[in-house]
């Protein structure tokens, strides 16, 4: 008859410990959920791709702002043949702190074949 007791007063337990783990829980962090890098980078190419309807090859440059989050993203603008002569363009991409694009602009194109004369200087 112990062994019954036992149980049952171990099934009390677990069922007050699951009761307590299964209250809503107050962490106010949840609520300031802030965005991973990894999530930005995906985030922002899905949204610039869904805008523009031009696909994202590379991110040239990714920071954390007061705002949120900065980045280049290099998308084809045309594609040509050769391959070196389509015609790329680079998209300065700004998101809020949760990852969601509040704007974007494009700030140069060139052709792919071409090196970067900013980096020649």
Same mark, same amino acid.
């Given at each position: 008859?112990?062994?019954? *007791?036992? +149980? &049952? $007063?171990? $099934? &009390?337990s677990? =069922? @007050? ?7 809503? *829980? ?6 300031d959920?802030?965005? +991973?890098?990894?999530?930005v ?5 899905? $949204?610039?791709? =869904? ?8 991110v040239? @440059?990714? =920071?954390?702002?007061?705002? #949120?989050w900065?980045? =280049?993203?290099? !998308? ?7 391959? +070196?002569? &389509? ?12 990852g969601?694009?509040? #704007?974007?602009?494009? !700030?140069?194109?060139?052709?792919? #074949?071409?090196?970067?004369?900013? #980096?020649?200087?």
């Amino acid at each position: 008859m112990s062994n019954a *007791k036992d +149980t &049952s $007063q171990t $099934q &009390s337990s677990r =069922e @007050s410990q699951d009761s307590h783990d299964s209250q809503p *829980k107050t962490d106010h962090a949840a609520d300031d959920h802030r965005a +991973t890098p990894m999530e930005v980078l995906r985030q922002a190419r899905a $949204q610039l791709a =869904e805008l523009t309807g031009l696909v994202p090859e590379s991110v040239s @440059s990714f =920071e954390q702002t007061e705002d #949120g989050w900065s980045l =280049e993203v290099e !998308v084809l603008e045309l594609a040509r043949v050769p391959d +070196t002569m &389509s015609l790329m363009a680079s998209y300065q991409v700004e998101l809020d702190p949760e990852g969601q694009l509040s #704007g974007y602009r494009r !700030v140069r194109r060139y052709e792919r #074949g071409r090196a970067d004369p900013r #980096g020649g200087h």
